[in-house]
């Protein structure tokens, strides 16, 4: 079985769930109330909303992808690793991909819709505004990609899904911000070149050791 068709069937899955379609509708409309809600701040609203998206969207991308690992390996689907010719890293793989480019399109509408506020409700140039956002937007990318990975590694680890929530919610927060507070914290010129790195680099790491412990597992 090619990966390109476990890619295929896990990204019709996630984008299908109720989770996703939550995804879809729900952060969209959060970057209209934070527009309601922000009349008088300094901050941009595109600047804004991506903030605060990549922060809800990187937890339940964990979220989504701790519960699925789990609960598949409680309901023994991965029994199919005996009988059929399947890659192990390629469940990972599917997986985290189909998840973060769910994510990372719902996170991108609702930024999308700020920019298109802020190009109707300000006198700045569209280009100006764009190139504000693009340091926000690759931070939104890193964390949802980390946050992402994160997930994957302790769907893999945790024993339930009440240890596996519980993970994301209190040790997975503080992995995926590591990109976005080492560039400030040691003034680091350029922090958001920093901060694509640490995020390539860190999901990276977490994406090899999840497929170095599962592929140890016995099914």
Known sequence: MSFSLIFKDELMGFYKSKAMIFLWIGLPLLAILVHVSSQSADMSLSILVSL???SIGGLLASVMLTVNIINEKDTKVYDLFLIRPLKRWHILVSKFLAVYICVSIA???SILIGLLVDY???QIAFDIIVQ???EPFIMTLSIIAISSAVGVLIGVVAPS????????IF???????????IPFVFNIQNPFTIVLILGIIITTVLM?????LFNKKEF
């Open 52 to 54: 605060v998206v990549s």
């Open 107 to 109: 996170c991108i509408i």
């Open 132 to 134: 504000n956002i693009y």
């Open 171 to 181: 040790g997975g927060n503080y992995v995926s911000s590591i990109p976005s507070i």
């Open 120 to 122: 109707t409700e300000s």
């Open 161 to 168: 899904i009440l240890v596996g929530v519980l993970l994301v």
């Open 208 to 212: 090899a050791l999840s497929i170095l």
